[in-house]
Each structure stands twice: as structure tokens, then as C-alpha cells.
Nanobody, 117 residues
Framework: QVQLVESGGGLVQAGGSLRLSCAASGHDFSIGTMDWYRQAPGKEREMLASITRSGITNYVVPRGGRFVISRDNAKSTAYLQISDLKPEDTAVYLC???????????WGTGTRVTVAS
């Protein structure tokens, strides 16, 4: 059973930056694609970006380069660097991952980001 643990959230001032982490454990196989989502209060969950095991990235919504996804396969960890944070970035940020070649998605419980104006 794959477990995902997100970390790195917190309270930041507008204009600041954060790097979120998503660490995978408990997997029998290598971790494949990893995705970052977020869910703001009262809104639906939205996908932000994904990264394959080989490092190919896909950004779902153009965000002017404020969001950068990366990963470290040796650590089974994905990262989401967010710069120039805005109050509308306030949300719970969640990670989703698949075992390499697998079709079952695994989710973390999220890390909360609050941006103060």
C-alpha cells in the first residue's frame, strides 16, 4: 500500500514562496507519475501539474511560471515550488501518485497553505 505524505505548507505573506513536498513510501514498485492538486475552501479540487518518472512535466493551467513541479526518484518525493504567493492560492495542496505501470491512484491527506494579504 502506497502512502503519500505532503509537507511544507503553512502561513505565508503574499509575495512569498513555498516548496511543498510529497514523499511516497510503502510501494512495492517504483513510483510513476506524481501529480499536485489543490482544493480551496468551497471549491472543487483542481489539478495543478504532473511529472512522470522520467521528469516530463505537464502544467494543467498556465500560471505564469509561479508553479514548478520537480521530483527526486531516489527519495520517491515530488516537489511543488510556488512563488509570488497570492491570497487566492490559499488551499489544501494534495499529492496523487501511481506505482510505475499501475492504474490505482494513491492520495495523500494534503498540506494546508494559507496566504495572508
Amino acid at each position: 500500500q502506497v502512502q503519500l505524505v505532503e509537507s511544507g505548507g503553512g502561513l505565508v505573506q503574499a509575495g512569498g514562496s513555498l516548496r511543498l513536498s510529497c514523499a511516497a513510501s510503502g510501494h512495492d514498485f517504483s513510483i510513476g507519475t506524481m501529480d499536485w492538486y489543490r482544493q480551496a475552501p468551497g471549491k472543487e479540487r483542481e489539478m495543478l501539474a504532473s511529472i512522470t518518472r522520467s521528469g516530463i512535466t505537464n502544467y494543467v493551467v498556465p500560471r505564469g511560471g509561479r508553479f514548478v513541479i520537480s521530483r527526486d526518484n531516489a527519495k520517491s518525493t515530488a516537489y511543488l515550488q510556488i512563488s509570488d504567493l497570492k491570497p487566492e492560492d490559499t488551499a489544501v495542496y494534495l499529492c496523487r501518485a501511481y506505482e510505475y505501470g499501475g492504474v490505482v491512484p494513491y492520495w495523500g491527506t494534503g498540506t494546508r497553505v494559507t496566504v495572508a494579504s
